[in-house]
């Protein structure tokens, strides 16, 4: 048990005295220290090294008085050992040069237990923790297979992943055997991170949201529910499906402990549709760190009031931006730490 | 008043005989009648010549029985009146040379009756509406001042529209008084273009969905709410609002007859939030016509039956993708004409 267990008391639904904060992509491009490794290793480079891995998970905790860490990685880790070898291209990003487009090439893929290809992650997993010597939990995460699907589909980021949906909706069958395929890999991969020392795990799906409410149900959520049951009973999970919030109802009456939401949904809406089930995660428009730092710090504090105190971990409603200056991250991490209700005030 | 008036019939809560059936970029890329145009001229020669124009407008009309046409334009031509010159960068979309960076360029933008720079799409719903001969309804349509913001701080297309939202969140000011100068530049437009026969409006919110409820409410909504009421007494306005399922209930309350919905929102919910206050529109996901004709058949009746008949019109949930067969986007539209409910069926 970590000795800040403020985010996983808020998982387990007891009573915190302030809600725990971290923010997604809190090891990134607005802190100088990151740019700088950024400047001199690739992206996969600084995945695949569990030292630098480690260092970038470590660098905002040394900064800020952080609830949680989240190891430093990419959900693109699972298409590599798949054999889908994503590389990154400037001003393009992630790019597979064969993106998935028939059945039998899908039927050709591995499947199950591949984590002799992802032990870089492990590593990097048990360095992290050495260093955070128990302080604070760490988080591990994948991507939920229907956003893994769109990449290798699609093979690249889109505004719409019209390919990754024209497939899924021409080849039914043979995209339901791909998302199996990727949900199987994920599985024994968050198992293992669990093993080498994350105290709680996050899916994100990211492109979840693209999806009709029938087609989530169909194409996303089933596959992400797999691996809440697989792990639920080990550490608490987190769903963080981006703009589904259609979804929030019935994913709250899963075995996942917490839900992320993002911001354009309102937290009296978010508790409305999930009941007081689950614990709450969001959703502050990262875009809105742009803002001066006492207008941020209003806003959380407003954020706070209306999600409550409890159930709630306090976090961006997206990963941070690259062009967010230092101090409103800060401004926003110090602004839940210090957070007093209003009746407390005097 | 057209010969064909389901559509208004259905803006103005009459009873209908069936739902009325159009679709947002009917005239696109997915018709080799406008792939012919457009490989001949460039996008805004086709939108400023209006027998261009006119004639791209008509041809899904002379293909399918729809009950609305639409003029093709661009939600653009604003920002051109204004002196903001877009163009079309192959791979790249919409860029402008100099986005607004500052409140001082706001201040010197030109406002208001901008109308003699935009004769070439009055003269376009003209020869339009000649041809159509009061048959259907001709819709004309702008986008939201928050859109229109959006590429003009942007620049250009985006996934996140950043430039945009910092520009709004660090000067407030310069924002609103650039989003008043494009609301006001917006109605002169709209008024003069249903001085020219349009029967219809429908304004495009495409990046409000980017925003927080709250900041929907300050950057968005009261723009859009100043052109309903300018215009809702001479013609129904109807208002697509993508991504912004959030602000339905307050929409639901205003002047607009219409609102458009995306396919991320179930009819029922969409109808709940909005109480059967107005007609509703939309909503089946564009990616879906790639399922076989069969299917999408199946999946429009199936629409109509969670809408209900009656303050309802049959659309897409955004534009039609340049990679939907023609037989697919038939099979949508004759599903509609031809639907049928089940009490009615033998």
Known sequence: ??????????LAGKEVSRPPVWMMRQ???????????????DFFTRC???????????QPIRRFPLDASIIFSDILVIPNAMGLQFTMKPDIGPWLDNPIKTASEVEKLPTGNLNENLRYVFDAIKLTKEALNDEIPLIGFAGSPWTIFCYVIQGRGSKNFDKAKAFAFTQPQAAHALLQKITD??????????????????????????????????????????IVNALHEQVPVIVFAKGCWYALEDMSQSNASGLGVDWTITPQKARELTQGKVTLQGNFDPSRLLSPPEVIQCMVKDMIDQFGTQRYIANLGHG??????????QAFIEAVVNYVPDAARV
Not at 1 to 10: G, R, V
Not at 27 to 41: D, I, S, T, V
Not at 48 to 58: D, R, V
Request: aromatic letters at 10%; proline letters at 8%.
């Open 27 to 41: 090891a990134g491009r607005y802190l100088p220290e990151f740019m700088e490794l950024k400047n001199e290793y």
């Open 185 to 226: 890999v994920t599985i024994h991969y968050l198992q293992e991170k669990i093993n080498a020392g994350c105290n709680i795990i996050q899916l994100f799906d990211s492109w979840g949201g693209m999806l009709s409410p029938a087609d989530h149900k169909e194409f996303s959520w089933p596959y992400m529910e797999q």
């Open 320 to 329: 941070i931006l690259p062009n967010i200056p230092v101090e409103n991250a």
């Open 48 to 58: 695949q090294t569990p030292e630098l891995a480690s260092e970038i998970t470590l």
């Open 1 to 10: 048990m970590p000795k800040n267990n403020l985010m996983l008391d808020a």
